[in-house]
């Protein structure tokens, strides 16, 4: 557990300097966006109504996934580690 969240925190500290560093250059969430042709907002409408989506599919596929996983966890022999 205390490696995901080293990588956790090594993933956030070189984004906060990344962001730092495009922030000092004048880069923004909006030019990028504009780059795209996207605005913040429409963005955000994106990942709702991706979300929208997702959520019904992933805990429909849940179902399935998660009693199978712990059937197979419970008979697989036991591993040393």
Known sequence: MFHYVSVLFKILLASLMAGAALSFFGVTLETIFGLIGQTPDSM???GRRFIAWAAPNVML???IVL???L???IFL???DY
Do not use: H, M
Request: aromatic content about 20%; hydrophobic content about 55%; cysteine-free.
């Open 44 to 46: 955000i409408e994106l």
């Open 61 to 63: 596929g849940a179902f």
């Open 67 to 69: 009693p199978v996983w």
């Open 71 to 73: 059937v197979t966890w």
């Open 77 to 79: 022999p036991p591993r």
